[in-house]
């Protein structure tokens, strides 16, 4: 046993020597430290990409490459654009268009791109009291909510997902008021314990659900677009760098290294690998044959130009 | 830094749901910056309170009431001025305190100032009327006085100090507002502390973990109290 325990170590050891050797060799390759080694990236970002994990997973890897480091402060989508216009972030990370197209259109944010998706469920209690299961369009799921006076719990609180379900109420064409409608001002994880506590329905996007499936009662009444759902609830996350003309302080040329190698081949598959609780989370879009131009600008931006 | 505390936590938690040096670095994190602020706030209290406590002049009411209003301040409003000094708009800005822990430093000293001067205050007026015409008729200066009533007085300052302290280390709104909440991607905390560490827990529906953390803070708090505690008692038996 003891022999055996050794020779195991021993393995380790070298495995370690030989981890460490080829590391050094990378960085003697150069033949000194890059510029940028110690210098931190703040990046501001939202819940949903931070409490699922994902970016502590996928980090490392450009800090290492780097030789920095990387602050990322989890805000809501609103929260998160507002700390960047300040000048308090260098990179920002968020899935509201609307939002992140008037702050391009601002000024404030450039080299905007698609980064990946996943996609919003509607989840509510399994005994389904409005009758809203299986249900192929996301509005005609909310109106008939609406209809029924089923307890629905909103988030309230500007972030990304918030900003999406006051979307689908104004393609519903439905006002939501009344006692029914809860806004809680919380973050996605309290909003689905309250609506499992009050067997409510609720907007949640597929990976902060997933990630608490286990402990909550509710179940997902209408699927998005992965599993075939509407594609209306489709989640598309963005990232670009401050404007560099805005703010000056700003790390503009770190915050370009980190969308390069966010959108690079390498991290697009680190981000389709990460999985939690064996469920893949977001799901790549960066890399491509046929690179969409309009991740580029604002929505409709040659609309604009034609239009001036 | 008192470090075998936060080891003898961590080896309480062991089996905790957190990667290695996770625990030990938001206590620390914790420590540092309301330890930190709590000194600032006692530098910056006291003589205030000695001064106030001594000497009378036009408006000294006032400065009380202000002082007591002081000890209600919110500690959300308190992040947000906090914040707009110290962002990069601010007149601070260009110091890149945003998001470190010497604002959450500042922030705390803001929460932190007005509980030590009116409980400081409270107790060396408490002392001043029975110890002042003593050490008078013995003799004694006006600073000989001061001195002694600050000697009968240090009890009560010492409550004044762990009161600070409370309140900067269970406070959540402030440092999660000017500090940001965060850690390094392997888990080391850079200006998490326990209280936004246990709201993290709290947003993610992950009560249980949360109410572990919140053990953590309270049998910290506890910690912090009996060791000042035993300090005062010592100094009064000799």
């Known amino acids: ?42 990046l501001t970002t939202t819940t949903s990409t931070y409490d699922t994990g994902l970016l502590d997973a996928i980090h490392p890897q450009f800090e290492d490459m780097y030789g920095v480091t990387v602050d990322a402060v989890a805000l809501g989508t609103g929260a998160a654009l507002e700390a960047a216009r300040n000048g308090d972030s260098d990179v920002v990370m968020v899935h509201a268009r609307g939002l992140e197209d008037e702050f391009m259109r601002n000024g404030y944010g450039v080299n905007r791109r698609d980064l990946m998706f996943n ?23 909310f109106n008939t909510i609406a209809d029924a ?136 879009e960066a890399v491509s044959e046929n690179p969409d131009f309009q991740q580029y600008v604002p929505e409709d931006w040659n609309n604009d130009t034609s239009d001036t | 830094m008192p470090v075998d505390v936060p080891v003898q936590l961590l080896q309480l938690g062991a089996d905790l749901p957190f990667r290695e040096g996770y625990i030990s670095s938001i206590i620390y994190v914790s420590l540092y910056v309301s330890v930190t602020a709590v000194v600032l706030s006692t530098l910056f209290s006291l003589p205030i309170a000695i001064v106030m406590g001594f000497a009378d002049f036009p408006g000294k009411q006032f400065v009380k009431s202000v002082i007591n209003t002081g000890m209600g301040f919110p500690s959300v409003v308190v992040g ?16 890149d305190l945003i998001f470190t822990k010497q604002a959450m430093i500042m922030s705390q000293f803001v929460l932190a100032t007005p509980p030590i001067t009116a409980i400081s205050l409270a107790a060396i007026t408490g002392v001043r009327e029975n110890v002042r015409d003593a050490a008078r008729v013995l003799g004694g200066t006006r600073l000989d006085v001061a001195l002694v009533v600050l000697k009968e007085a240090r009890y009560g300052i ?55 953390l919140g053990a953590v803070l309270i049998v910290l708090v506890l910690l912090v109290n009996g060791i000042v505690v035993r300090f005062g008692d010592q100094g009064m038996q000799r």
């Not at chain 1, 469920?121 to 192929?136: C, K, R, Y």
């Not at chain 1, 990304?160 to 001002?185: F, I, S």
């Not at chain 1, 608490?212 to 009444?221: F, G, K, M, T, Y």
């Not at chain 2, 947000?80 to 110091?95: E, K």
Request: contains cysteine; charged residues 15%; aromatic residues 6%.
């Open chain 1, 1 to 42: 046993m003891t022999t055996q325990r050794r020779t195991f170590i021993t393995a380790i050891g070298a495995a370690a020597a030989a981890a460490t050797a080829g590391c050094s060799e990378t960085y003697s390759g150069g033949q000194s430290t890059p510029d940028v080694a110690g210098e931190t990236l703040t």
């Open chain 2, 158 to 212: 010492a409550t004044a100090i762990l009161a600070g302290f409370g309140r900067a280390i269970s406070e959540v709104g402030s440092v999660l507002i000017v500090g940001g909440n965060i850690t390094s991607a392997d888990g080391i905390s850079k200006t998490r502390t326990l209280t936004t560490a246990i709201q993290l827990e709290a947003r993610q529906g992950q009560y249980d973990t949360a109410m572990i």
């Open chain 1, 149 to 284: 006076q089923a307890t629905f719990v909103s988030r309230g609180d500007n972030s990304g997902t918030h900003t999406k379900e006051l979307n689908l109420w104004e393609a519903a064409g439905t006002d939501p008021g009344g006692d029914w409608y809860q806004e809680t001002g919380t973050g996605m994880g309290e909003a689905l314990n309250i609506a499992n506590q009050q067997g409510a329905y609720t907007l949640s996007d597929r990976g902060t659900f997933l990630s608490q499936r286990s402990e909550i009662d509710l179940v997902i009444q209408v699927q998005g677009p992965i599993e075939g759902g509407p594609e209306l609830l489709a989640n598309p996350y963005g990232v670009m760098a401050v404007n560099p003309g805005v703010h000056e302080s700003t790390n503009y040329d770190l915050a370009m290294a980190y969308i390069g190698w966010i959108t690079s081949p390498e991290a697009q598959s680190a981000i389709e690998s990460y999985t939690v609780n064996g469920e893949q989370l977001f799901y790549p």
């Open chain 1, 119 to 141: 996609d919003f469920v509607i989840v509510g209690p399994a005994d389904d009291p409005a009758g809203v299961q299986g249900m192929s369009s996301a509005t005609e799921a």
């Open chain 2, 80 to 95: 947000l001025a906090v914040l707009f000094v110290v962002s990069n708009q601010g007149p601070l800005g260009s110091l």
